[in-house]
């Protein structure tokens, strides 16, 4: 206490190192698998297990939850084209036809 009070200013605090994380020796490893789109953690953690991993699959899950949320967010990325350069037609098939192939009249819903 004695030493804080004869100072002038307040005591200024640095942050926190950041602690090495269990999967950082494999960060590597899973960047490359989730880019040839394997996101499921329990396949990642088999994989991981193979080449030694010894956390638990929490960690994973934590790990890819951000990423997940970055990969969709990227996915539904809207773009916009000029007039007569994109086309969309929609394609729907019916049990029963529309026009009665014998006579070509409609047919009615009964």
């Known amino acids: 206490m004695r030493k804080y ?4 200013e307040p005591p200024q605090y640095a942050p926190r190192p950041k602690r090495p994380d ?9 960047t490359v698998r989730l880019k040839d789109g394997v996101w499921n953690a329990v396949v990642l953690m088999r994989e991981l297990k193979a080449r030694g991993y010894s956390g638990q699959y929490t960690a994973i899950k934590d790990y890819l939850r951000p990423r997940r949320q970055q990969a969709h967010a990227a996915a539904v990325r809207r773009f916009e084209t ?7 037609v929609d394609w729907a098939s019916s049990a029963t036809s529309p026009m009665r192939m014998e006579t070509g009249s409609r047919s009615t819903a009964s």
Not at 5 to 8: A, G, P, T
Not at 22 to 30: S, V
């Open 5 to 8: 009070l004869s100072e002038n």
């Open 82 to 88: 000029p007039p007569g350069k994109q086309a969309q």
């Open 22 to 30: 269990i999967l950082d020796p494999y960060k590597d490893f899973i």
